[in-house]
């Protein structure tokens, strides 16, 4: 099929970017998303151009790396998939296709395609983790039991890839998702208990402090959340942000 | 606790607080409204009551007052706030596809809510601080219900009254059940009924409004 | 040639661990904090031992090419990992994790390092549930466990299809947590791209930050490698896009021994190739073959009439169908081992019998266990007279329960429903068992150079078991790598900082340097992913599942061809001062120019058949693979020539004391 794609092109943090339209024949349906921008990059580099950049990595979906807002829609229209896993079967020939990178003051451009995603890691390193020390001396690994719904409830919490669609969604770019999928992770284990407090208080901070916005429950951030991580989280982080603030 | 003023996740509690009480105050200005097409007696004297007692003047007044204005400017200051988290806007925008037009314009529907309640403001409120206080008139518990009846005469009235019923509609559709959730209760699966409740209330209360206007009008008319 | 000395502890197998660990020199706490170490790779085993590292008292500076370190490919892992906790009180050991890991890799590992392996892979599961990583539970809460490929206990646990993921989150949160206490310091998007030695000691790195494009300098005490593996050698495998030898073969080109390159592991369960535009291939999980049977057409004119669409393989009656694998194998079945059944497809489609238009594919077919399934689901339900169709449709239920998102994420790829016609799959290249050649402390042949996880030759000799790639990844980084380095830095603690103002650091980013312009000033003439693609095809066709003589030498011949001729005229657009997707690509490619010919060699080198490494001269009769325990029971440690096909070969001999070496026999 042969498609028109107009691409965000933006040289480095700095400048100033700009979509560049381009023509791309030959594409396969059973073609990757990623697959056919392959074919954009060698078409661009035969002809002495500089290939787009985006980031990637896994291409099966679990990495969390690729990062397109494709037709307005973070990883394109197929719900409960990233972009590395959408296929072409899904546009029609004579298609055109608008790729964007996430836009969010807290996720500068790195080059076209490619933000900088950072910000997620400091929001991890302010205390999504728990304090325990990594040389083996802990105790048996069945001493502590946990009810089934919670470890499971726990997992899906923890299967957030974190790459960003949620924010990039949200009208308000705000990274409550994301920030509140790891919270709830811990703060529905028996080992998670000890630090409630402090990591929720110390993440929310941090992630105010990075200029994500405010939550409005739009609830897009779920909708478009390749791994279909729940609101419920954000109102989970809600109730242990004010348990922490009022209780300690 | 100035923690909690300062972050994201206490803006949410304010809006939602504020919201909240917004609507419970609705609701309670819509029972004393609805008195006026069931009984009118019973209207002038509750609007008596709400305008002559000292603890509803003195005390609850001011409250109210104060929660409109918190519910707006800090809508407002969430509103710069969040535009400025997307200094870049996108060039394709995916319509419906991932949030309701309502959730994404909540500063749409309020801004109007918000002018709506200055006309609403100056027809009422003005209007009765200048007879109480600027006038000094005598007290007069039987006067409410004709100049009620008198304000919905004129069409144009009528009709800025159900537009901006129906646009706070649409802001309570989003704002009364997502206030649940700010607030982190455990909605989204365990308060399916919460939810439903919450989403008649939006539709029941601001129709109820819509009614007596139009009922006033036409009774009035005729 | 030299003999290399493992440094095995002496003792009985049991103790040498624990003697080891009693023995060995430490560093005292209030020293530690004066000796930095770099580690490069994030992964399982980059970030666990940098964790513990820095918990333990060193200065860390962690370096991934991804923009976090929770992208690292180790996040695909789906399976689960194993260890020998015998929760489920099925007689599981130490010793028996330990004898099956030695003899799933086909006897061509080192006794030590697997006991100690299995010694320490209970820790792990105690020590990620501490970590909050969450494992399933059974209903009384208690961890819950699945059985894997080829052993006779329960003994993997697991958190859905994601323990990969689940695992690295809980090592990229003991890192994030000593990142903000200030005793790692990541590097995100840099890339190394050359060791520094100093008097013959490992004192540094040189890297690229991808972004800006400059070349750094970072000095330490110790570097470990922890790069991961080299399947992309082969461009189209399950590893990661970016995933590369880089970081290895520069430790290499800098004096450590590279071990066996040729183990590599060829995955039977993979999506195959659509068409060229192929970028990577997608694991299907080992367990489908449990209730899968694979067939290929038993006439040459059913496949080709498949093959151009003119028939439909779900039409094709029983009794012209091949299952080849229950043909040759009756005793295991679809269930052989993973090379025997890659090595099956590889023959069938070479044969003709291809079922895609490319006619590299296989059949896995579920109508049987649909049938099955329903039936049994019928009776139960109480439904004595359902007809074949409705069983067929509760089967398919039991069916979509059991591998649901697998089925979903094959649809998704293909665009087939593999509930109505049979799934098509083909062998890939998954993982690499050679790697860095290391000594029990995990130290490479430079000192002060460690390597962990799938960067190392590990412990899974010629063919590693499932499940098994996690746990030595973590066992590694979290419990051998952060005690052993202490036995090298206790003499460094009168060393002082590592100044990186010295004239081996100015070489080495000279050296870079014009590597870089060398990239970036050919003539032009091809594209990076030409040549990726071109060695990829000679590393298949002649390196893969099956090697001969003749092939691996002609393999040798046509990868020193096309280097030369990468280096004389591949196109890098772009400057090599910004991020330049396609300089990164460059230089991984042009390691991997070096590393194929080096695999070809070694697979000339080991005349003989084991594990993955399957030379069609050594095979018995019916064409299993044929071993020689007389003159290969021997790692291979190659040593750096700038001409591959010079590099000196030493061997580690391997001694198997505690087990008898038998052959491995599935019929």
């Known amino acids: 099929m042969k498609l028109t794609l107009k691409i965000w092109r933006q040289e480095n943090t700095n400048a100033k970017g700009k979509m560049v339209t381009y023509q791309l024949d030959g594409v396969d349906g059973d073609m990757s998303f990623l697959e056919m921008m392959d074919i954009l990059n060698e078409d661009l580099n035969n002809k002495g151009e500089e290939p787009v950049e985006f980031d990637h990595d896994c291409r099966e979906g679990i990495c969390g790396a690729c990062s397109m807002v494709i037709n307005g829609q973070p990883h394109g229209p197929q719900k409960l998939t990233t972009t590395c896993q959408l296929h072409m079967r899904k546009f029609k020939d004579g298609d055109t296709i608008t790729i964007e990178p996430w836009r969010a003051a807290a996720f500068p451009v790195i080059k076209d395609l490619m933000v900088d995603r950072s910000a997620f890691d400091r929001i991890q390193q302010a205390g999504g983790y728990i304090s325990v020390n990594t040389s083996g001396n802990t105790q048996d690994a069945n001493a502590i039991p946990v009810e089934k719904e919670n470890a499971d409830e726990a997992f899906y919490s923890a299967t957030c890839i974190g790459c960003g669609a949620c924010v990039a969604a949200c009208k308000n770019a705000s990274a409550m998702l994301f920030t509140s999928a790891k919270i709830s992770q811990y703060a529905l284990l028996p080992q998670g208990q000890v630090e409630a407090t402090t990591r929720v208080e110390n993440m929310v901070r941090q992630m105010d402090l990075e200029g994500f916005g405010n939550c409005t429950n739009t609830g897009a951030c779920m909708v478009e959340c390749p791994k279909g991580i729940k609101l419920e989280n954000i109102a989970r982080m809600n109730r242990e942000y004010l348990k922490a603030e009022t209780i300690g | ?222 | 040639m030299s003999v290399l000395d493992s440094k095995v502890p002496s003792g009985p197998l049991a103790d040498k661990w624990t003697k080891h660990k009693n023995t060995i020199n430490l560093v005292n706490p209030a020293n530690k904090r004066l000796i930095d170490v770099i580690v490069v790779g994030t992964g399982l085993a980059g970030g666990s031992a940098a964790a513990t590292l820095a918990e333990l008292g060193y200065n860390v500076k962690t370096f991934c090419y991804n923009d976090s370190p929770r992208r690292a490919h180790s996040i695909a892992a789906q399976g689960g990992i194993n260890a020998a906790k015998n929760y489920q009180g099925d007689g599981d050991s130490n010793f028996r994790l330990f004898y099956d890991t030695i003899k799933g890799g086909d006897y061509r590992s080192r006794e030590a390092n697997v006991h100690r392996l299995a010694e320490v892979s209970g820790n792990i599961i105690d020590q990620c549930v501490a970590q909050g990583v969450p494992f399933a539970r059974e209903y009384g809460g208690l961890l819950d466990n699945r059985s894997f490929g080829g052993v006779l206990v329960s003994r993997t646990f697991y958190a859905a299809g994601q323990t990969g993921q689940q695992l690295l989150l809980g090592a990229y949160s003991a890192l994030n947590r000593q990142i903000n206490r200030g005793k790692v310091q990541p590097f995100n998007r840099h890339e190394m791209l050359d060791l520094v030695v100093v008097d013959g000691k490992a004192r540094g790195i040189i890297a690229r930050n991808l972004v800006t494009g400059e070349i750094e300098r970072h000095g330490a005490h110790a570097v470990v490698i922890a790069s991961g593996g080299y399947g992309n050698v082969f461009f189209l495998s399950t590893n990661a896009m970016g995933s590369n030898v880089m970081a290895a073969w520069r430790t290499h080109r800098r004096g450590a021994f590279f071990a066996n390159p040729c183990f590599t592991q060829i995955h039977p369960t993979c999506i195959p190739v659509s068409g060229e535009h192929q970028s990577k291939l997608t694991l299907m999980s080992e367990s489908l073959r449990n209730d899968g049977r694979i067939w290929v057409p038993k006439d040459l004119e059913d496949a080709k009439a498949i093959r151009e669409g003119r028939l439909r393989g779900v039409d094709l009656p029983e009794e012209k169908r091949d299952y080849y694998l229950e043909r040759r194998y009756p005793a295991f079945g679809n269930l052989v081992p993973r090379d025997v059944a890659s090595r099956a497809a590889k023959e069938r489609c070479d044969a003709g019998y291809g079922v895609n238009k490319t006619g590299n594919a296989v059949y896995l077919d579920f109508a049987a266990s649909f049938l099955r399934y329903g039936k049994i689901e019928a009776l139960t339900s109480g439904k004595k007279n359902a007809t074949e169709e409705e069983m067929i449709a509760l089967g398919k239920k039991v069916i979509e329960k059991k591998y649901g998102n697998l089925f979903d994420m094959y649809r998704n790829i293909t665009d087939d429903n593999p509930y109505e016609v049979p799934m098509k799959i083909f062998p890939a290249v998954h993982y690499t068992m050679g790697g860095l050649w290391v000594d029990y402390n995990l130290q490479t042949t430079v000192p002060g150079c460690f390597a962990a996880g799938e960067a190392n030759f590990s412990d899974h000799g010629a063919n590693r078991l499932g499940a098994s790639a996690l746990m030595q990844g973590l066992a590694d980084g979290y419990f051998v790598l952060p005690y052993t380095i202490g036995d090298y830095l206790s003499n460094e603690i009168r060393t002082g900082e590592i100044s990186t103002d010295t004239p081996e650091f100015d070489e080495a980013e000279k050296d870079v340097r014009n590597r870089i312009s060398k990239l970036m000033n050919g003539s032009g003439k091809h594209s990076v992913d030409y040549y990726h693609k071109k060695l990829g095809l000679i590393m298949w066709n002649k390196c893969g599942m099956s090697r001969n003589e003749k092939e691996l030498k002609e393999a040798m011949d046509e990868i020193a061809e096309l280097r030369a001729d990468f280096w004389q005229n591949v196109r890098v657009p772009g400057s090599a001062d910004t991020k330049n997707q396609e300089l990164e690509k460059a230089g991984r490619v042009a390691d991997f120019l070096e590393l194929g010919e080096l695999f070809a060699k070694d697979a000339l080198d080991r005349n003989e058949s084991c594990g993955g490494h399957f030379r069609e001269e050594y095979q018995t009769e019916e064409g299993e693979a044929l071993r020689d325990d007389e003159n290969y029971t021997y790692v291979s440690a190659w040593e750096y020539n700038e001409n591959p096909r010079e590099a000196k070969l030493h061997k580690e001999n391997l001694v198997f004391e505690n087990v008898e070496l038998k052959t491995r026999s599935y019929k």
């Open chain 2, 1 to 222: 606790m100035s923690a909690l003023v300062k972050s994201s996740l206490a803006r949410k509690w304010v809006m939602a607080l504020s919201g909240l009480f917004l609507v419970v105050f609705l609701t309670q200005h819509f029972v004393i409204n609805i008195t006026s097409v069931i009984a009118p007696d019973t209207f002038n004297e509750w609007s008596h009551f709400m305008g002559y007692n000292p603890l509803v003047q003195y005390a609850l007044q001011p409250v109210l007052i104060a929660g409109i204005i918190i519910h707006f400017v800090m809508g407002i200051v969430l509103e710069i706030q969040n535009n400025k988290a997307r200094p870049i806007k996108y060039k394709s925008s995916p319509g419906n596809a991932n949030a309701s037009w309502v959730s994404r314009n909540m500063i749409i529907t309020g801004l109007v809510v918000l002018a709506f309640m200055g006309l609403h403001m100056y027809d009422f409120w003005v209007h009765e601080m200048a007879y109480k206080y600027v006038e000094v008139n005598p007290e007069d518990p039987t006067r409410y219900y004709e100049e009620t009846v008198e304000k919905f005469a004129p069409i144009w009235r009528v009709v800025l009254y159900v537009i901006a019923f129906v646009l706070l509609a649409m802001h309570l559709w989003h704002g009364f059940n997502s206030s649940f959730q700010s607030m982190g209760a455990k909605s989204v699966n365990k308060g399916e009924g919460l939810k439903k409740f919450t989403k008649v209330w939006s539709i029941l209360i601001p129709a109820g409004f819509i009614f007596i206007a139009l009922f006033h009008h036409l009774n009035h008319t005729n």
